[in-house]
């Protein structure tokens, strides 16, 4: 294991002779990756992790949304080392042991042996292709991976199937090699359809996750661009740089409203709201030092939109409503309100797929939005909620939601009007930025 200090390479006997410390500038290890349990953690590859997620250190990022991306990376490094290894198996099953029947055709029971061993063999890879494309272990990009191995697996089964058929003059030979590949089309088609059913389920858990940061600021010190929680941020030095009174006297003419005040502390810590005059609040008024004097000054703009940011979630859809109704911000204004999102729709269209989790709680919450609200909802859109999908806005990385934000405030699009209906709303979306659906979100 390299040392991230010295960039000396440590064999295990190394590092366990000198107690967890590099052999060449004695520096500690924060993680030992024969220890870790399953998930083999080194302190390059963290530091890697960090250095990813901040955009090579520039951006801050919060802990949750560190938790998403690490997850993210080794679903992807599971999945490629399983991948790996069944390829291995299937280029065997596949192409060496026809050539070997081709070459032993002098016996038949040789030939039925080893068409045998084929057939068996593409079956089990059919059963572990089809449990990878349906394992909530993976996420998304990986099931469809393994879904469309199998469409492939049986086209060439079909190929493989015909070719030995005529070398063996077989009807049934060719027969059960057709019914072999159009069950692993069928099943790669199926699982293609079904892959927004299947929620994801974390690799590290939560606790794992805070255990690794703690042994990494024990021993390498705080990482800078890692956020405390909103509620504790009022004291940090970062914190009270991006919300410093004296912004106040500029007038912006956008508003970022968040639902979460994680969300809103990352972009405003990111400075979002310098660099694209726009001021940044949560739904709950963070941050308080100057939450009454900025929607003072909001209000008096003539020239203001506000854009909303929220979760893919039944809480994430009550937010517009909320702004229009509510006295603490817009009731009774004539301000334009910009849905960014997230909805189900968005993540329908994605032509890359969006990770999602689930749970009963928000399926009783979805089930108990407010009539309007359901009716502005498609049907699949409902469907999707109320089996209890959500989707949090900090599973995206920082560079991802700022790329988001400035994308929507840059098109040339007509504002959408918060009282118009779904449909309205649903086709000036679509028609006049479809790429943003995907290349935001997606």
């Avoid at 960090?50 to 949750?64: E, P, V, Y």
């Avoid at 090699?177 to 590290?204: N, T």
């Avoid at 909320?322 to 009731?331: D, I």
């Avoid at 504002?415 to 995907?438: C, G, L, M, W």
Wanted: aromatic share 12%.
């Amino acid at each position: 294991m390299k040392c991230i200090k010295c960039d000396t390479n440590n064999t295990y006997k190394e590092r366990s002779a000198n107690q967890g410390r590099c052999m060449h500038c004695n520096h500690p290890f924060a993680f030992e990756p024969k220890s870790t349990g399953k998930i083999r953690m080194t302190d390059s590859f963290f530091l890697k992790m960090i250095s990813d997620i901040s955009a090579n250190d520039r951006l801050f990022f919060t802990s949750k949304q560190f938790h998403f991306y690490l997850n993210n990376i080794f679903h992807k490094k599971n999945y490629n080392a399983k991948s790996s290894e069944l390829a291995t198996i299937y280029f065997f099953v596949s192409l060496f042991i026809p050539f070997i029947i081709t070459l032993f055709t002098v016996i038949l029971m040789q030939i039925l042996a080893f068409w045998s061993l084929w057939i068996v063999g593409n079956f089990c890879c059919i059963y572990y292709f089809y449990n990878l494309s349906n394992s909530e272990r993976f996420i998304p990009w990986s099931r469809r991976l393994s879904a469309s191995a199998l469409q492939a697996m049986g086209i060439f089964m079909a190929i493989l199937g015909l070719i030995s058929g005529l070398i063996m003059r077989s009807i049934p030979v060719y027969v059960v090699a057709s019914i072999m590949s159009l069950i692993a089309v069928w099943l790669g088609y199926f699982q293609k359809r079904k892959l927004g059913d299947i929620p994801e389920v974390f690799e590290i858990s939560t606790s794992q996750m805070q255990d690794w940061l703690d042994r990494w600021t024990q021993v390498h010190g705080s990482i800078a661009k890692l956020l405390p929680l909103p509620s504790n941020a009022q004291s940090s030095t970062v914190e009270n740089n991006a919300i410093d009174p004296e912004l106040t006297a500029y007038s912006f003419d956008r508003l970022v409203v968040c639902q979460s005040d994680a969300i809103a502390q990352m972009l405003i810590a990111n400075q979002f709201h310098l660099h694209n005059n726009s001021a940044v609040l949560s739904m709950t008024g963070y941050p308080q030092n100057i939450f009454e004097t900025m929607m003072q000054m909001l209000r008096r703009n003539q020239n203001l939109t506000v854009y909303a940011l929220h979760d893919c979630s039944p809480a994430g859809l009550e937010l517009i409503e909320q702004l229009q109704t509510n006295p603490t911000w817009f009731a009774d204004c004539d301000i334009p309100i910009v849905d960014v999102g997230l909805y189900p729709r968005q993540v329908f269209a994605a032509r890359r797929d969006i990770r999602f989790l689930r749970s009963t709680t928000s399926a009783r919450k979805a089930q108990n939005l407010p009539v309007r609200i359901r009716q502005s909802l498609s049907q699949q859109e409902r469907k999707w909620l109320d089996a209890g999908n959500f989707i949090e806005l900090e599973s995206f990385t920082p560079q991802k939601l700022i790329q988001v934000l400035q994308r929507r405030m840059a098109g040339n699009q007509p504002v959408q009007n918060p009282n118009t209906n779904s449909e309205q709303n649903d086709f000036s979306f679509a028609e006049d930025r479809p790429e943003y659906i995907a290349s935001s979100f997606g």
